[in-house]
């Protein structure tokens, strides 16, 4: 069973930064994708970064240039560092996985953690 637990929300000002870890476990297929999204309340969650097992990444644009997603193979642990922080980028973070190819809509995806609160003050 795969479990996916996130940390390193919390509440920073406009222009900082911080950084989301997903530890995972129970993951055993070798070809694999990792992502994260985001729900702001009354929104669709929204992917915003994912890392194939070969490590190819994707972003979105809202958040390209400022955000960089990461793994550690050794530690099981996928990471998203957020820097120039905005308003806008106040949600609930949450990690996922799924098997395979990445996918752009969330419902791809069967495997989520519990989410994490990322909230920007201006």
């Known amino acids: 069973q795969v479990q996916l637990v996130e940390s390193g929300g919390g509440s920073v000002q406009a222009g900082g930064s911080l950084r989301l870890s997903c530890a995972a476990s129970?993951?055993?297929?070798?070809?694999?994708?990792m992502g994260w999204f985001r729900q702001a309340p009354g929104k669709e969650r929204e992917r915003i970064a994912t890392i194939r097992s070969d490590g190819s990444t994707r972003y979105t644009d809202s958040v390209k240039g400022r955000f960089t997603i990461s793994k550690d193979n050794a530690k099981n642990t996928l990471y998203l560092d957020m820097n120039s922080l905005k308003p806008e980028d106040t949600a609930m973070y949450y990690c996922?996985?799924?098997?395979?190819?990445?996918?752009?809509?969330?419902?791809?995806?069967?495997?989520w953690g519990q989410g994490t609160q990322v909230t920007v003050s201006s």
């Open positions: 129970g993951y055993t297929y070798s070809s694999y994708c």
């Open positions: 996922a996985a799924r098997a395979g190819l990445c996918e752009w809509s969330a419902s791809r995806y069967d495997n």
